[in-house]
């Protein structure tokens, strides 16, 4: 990335991140409260650390660390211990508190994942959908073709309108008519970069469980049975966080889920699948680095030494999206030119609009936009299928 950085975006200048601390944040954590079977000792804590967002500061301790990720909040700390939640960069913030929950709900002791009752729901309350979308993806031939395809990725991409920090989600997925428009697509050039030259692997960062889980199952799973790709790489999260991110029990217990309502197709669906994950052509990966409050440009060799060299990486979601571009005030209309070289990879970003940050537009497409919808940066009704433009 270029060497005059604009600032990065925080709740002291951004209308959406205030809202997120004023508003947002205190319904997430009185929800994890009804939701959730928690000491009076968890519950006081919760409110206390509602508190400390609205009046307080970044407190300068390291108790509530994991061994495993120590270094990236002591970094952390380092940066913005003493200082207040609004005044420090909003996705560092943002990912700081939902660690925080983690630990006061005690996750890795006592396995207790606050979101997991939201999460599960929103699958279960969309049975006929999940149903008839394996009806048709099991007739489906072993083929690829393009239509098809285009379709499970624009499956994916309206899935993660259905994001459950939000106060009200979209369902585009499901409901055609909340799907405004794709303001970026490159899905050709993803596309071309899958059915030719050499088999690629994809290595898929995943955002939501729920319906946009299912929804890039099926993405994946077309991509496999067709050979298009000879492995795919989902990484999800180490722990619970941002309410409904995926970690690698949510995908079990999806599958699980969908094989109990003993409806012929998901149980194919779901066969094929565990097939896969046991030939080792669907690995399912996670690391706390995923968790962390740090942006793409500093991932760790950890991870970025098992891409393949033929390997294409998908970015699902908006805070994937923002942790690519480290979340700052880039004008709508800065290039992407160079800028996702540090990746070093041809790469995809599948997203809906969710928060105030998107690149790559023309100052038309801009005033378009805002004259179409005010809310348009925010509300989840507008997406894009993003490639890095060196390699198209």
Wanted: charged share 20%.
């Amino acid at each position: 990335m270029e060497a005059n950085l604009p600032r990065p975006i925080s709740a002291a200048t951004s209308p959406f991140a205030a809202f997120t601390f004023n508003v947002r944040f205190p319904f997430i954590i009185n929800q994890i409260k009804a939701n959730n079977l928690l000491a009076p000792s968890q519950r006081n804590k919760l409110d206390d650390l509602l508190q400390e967002i609205a009046v307080g500061a970044v407190p300068q301790r390291e108790d509530v660390f994991y061994a495993e990720d120590r270094v990236y909040w002591q970094t952390f700390l380092a940066a913005h211990a003493g200082k207040r939640y609004v005044d420090i960069p909003f996705f560092e913030a943002e990912a700081y508190i939902y660690y925080r929950v983690i630990h006061i709900v005690d996750y890795k002791h006592s396995g207790l994942d606050p979101f997991y009752r939201i999460k599960a729901d929103s699958l279960e309350q969309h049975r006929g959908f999940a149903e008839a979308a394996a009806s048709r993806h099991m007739q489906q031939p072993p083929v690829f073709e393009v239509t098809y395809f285009t379709s499970l990725l624009h499956a994916a991409l309206w899935g993660n309108s259905a994001d459950l920090s939000q106060l009200e989600t979209n369902d585009a997925l499901v409901n055609p008519a909340l799907r405004n428009n794709l303001v970026i697509d490159d899905s050709s050039a993803l596309r071309r970069l899958l059915t030719t030259g050499p088999t690629k692997e994809l290595d898929f960062i995943a955002d939501n469980a729920g319906l946009e889980l299912l929804a890039d199952l099926f993405l994946i799973d077309y991509l496999l049975t067709t050979g298009q790709v000879s492995r795919v790489n989902l990484h999800l999260k180490a722990y619970p966080t941002f309410v409904s991110d995926a970690t690698i029990p949510d995908v079990a217990g999806h599958l699980a889920i969908l094989r109990s309502l003993r409806h012929r197709p998901l149980t194919q669906f779901v066969d094929r699948l565990e097939s896969y994950r046991v030939g080792g052509r669907l690995q399912l990966l996670d690391h706390p680095f995923w968790n962390s409050p740090c942006h793409f440009t500093s991932l760790p060799q950890a991870i970025t030494q098992g891409f393949n060299r033929n390997t294409v990486l998908i970015f699902k979601g908006d805070a994937n999206y923002r942790r690519l571009f480290e979340d700052r005030e880039w004008p709508y209309t800065t290039s992407l030119e160079g800028m996702l070289e540090y990746l070093k990879h041809p790469c995809f970003s599948i997203r809906t609009l969710k928060s105030e940050i998107v690149l790559g537009l023309t100052e038309h497409e801009v005033r378009r936009l805002f004259d179409a919808d005010k809310d348009w940066l925010t509300n989840g009704k507008y997406g894009l299928i993003m490639g890095n433009p060196t390699y198209f």
